[in-house]
């Protein structure tokens, strides 16, 4: 039987590998090779000009440390997912950094692999916050053509 795609959603924060083991434990736990999903997980990465924001005299000479910082993070999030993966015994698995504002990565690679289900993490962000960097999960829980799932961090009890 073809298994159903989920994508999940990671980037650098803890609220995302909260999401990804969360994800793991519900849907592939405790055999993953039972698990009616193929996983897909995906790392938007922005862009050098997209992270330095304004563009303007002297931003050409920082884009290129940018690109590095930017490419070791992802190379840093990949790691951290592979390790999660390997620790809830999940080894089949495809990884993949897309560059672009996350909002459209996840739902475009929602798209191309046909997708039926969409995990993100939810930052807890304040109003303020969200409505500056705009919300993720609130994008992609309207334009997603599949279910979605976000997945919130439990607060720590004092």
Known sequence: MEKSVMVVGIDDSEHSFYALDWTLQHFFSPSPENSPFKLVIVHGKPSAAMAVGIIGPG???????VEADLKKIAGRVLEKAKEICSAQLVKDVILEVVEGDPRNVLCETVEKHHASMLVVGSHGYGAIKRAVLGSVSDYCAHHAHCSV?????PKAKN
């Not at 931003?59 to 440390?65: K, S």
């Open 59 to 65: 931003t050409a000479d920082v884009v290129p440390y």
């Open 149 to 153: 799932v976000i997945v919130k961090k």
